[in-house]
C-alpha cells in the first residue's frame, strides 16, 4: 500500500465516523434525520476499510437499513412512519411551548430543512416487506 492510499483509506474512514456520528446524534434530533446519514457511512466506509463496511452491514439495528438501502435503494415503511412520529413530537414542543422565543425566520428556516428531510425519506421506495 503507498502512502497515498493509506491517506486516502484514513480519510474515507473518518468521513464515515463523522456520517455514523451524526446518524446516531440524529436519532433523537428530528431536523438530523438517521437513516442518510447511516447509509452515507456505510458508502464512506466501503470505500475504506472492508472491516468497517462488513460491521455497519451486520450491526443489529443499521444493518438492515443499509442493507436495504444497498439491495433495493429502499428506506423500510417502519423507518418512514417512525421518522414521521419523532419529526411531529419534536417540532411540536419547542412551537408550542417557546412561541415567542422563537422568532419567524427560524420557525420557517427550521420547517423548511425538515420538510427536505422528510420529502426525501418518503420519496425513497419503501422495499421488500419486512418480516
Request: charged content about 10%; overall charge positive; proline content about 8%.
Amino acid at each position: 500500500m503507498t502512502e497515498n492510499t493509506g491517506h486516502l483509506r484514513f480519510l474515507w474512514n473518518g468521513l464515515g465516523f463523522v456520517a455514523l456520528s451524526l446518524g446516531v446524534i440524529g436519532i433523537p434530533l428530528p431536523v438530523l434525520p438517521t437513516t442518510p446519514f447511516v447509509i452515507l457511512a456505510a458508502y464512506f466506509f466501503s470505500k475504506g476499510s472492508p472491516r468497517y463496511s462488513r460491521w455497519i452491514q451486520q450491526h443489529k439495528y443499521f444493518g438492515p437499513m443499509v442493507q436495504n438501502w444497498m439491495k433495493h435503494r429502499s428506506i423500510s415503511m417502519r423507518s418512514k412512519i417512525l421518522a414521521t412520529v419523532l419529526i411531529v413530537v419534536a417540532l411540536s414542543i419547542p412551537f408550542y411551548f417557546m412561541t415567542e422565543e422563537l422568532n419567524p425566520p427560524s420557525k420557517w428556516a427550521t420547517l423548511i430543512l425538515v420538510a427536505i428531510g422528510w420529502c426525501y425519506i418518503m420519496t425513497r421506495p419503501n422495499g421488500p416487506q419486512e418480516e
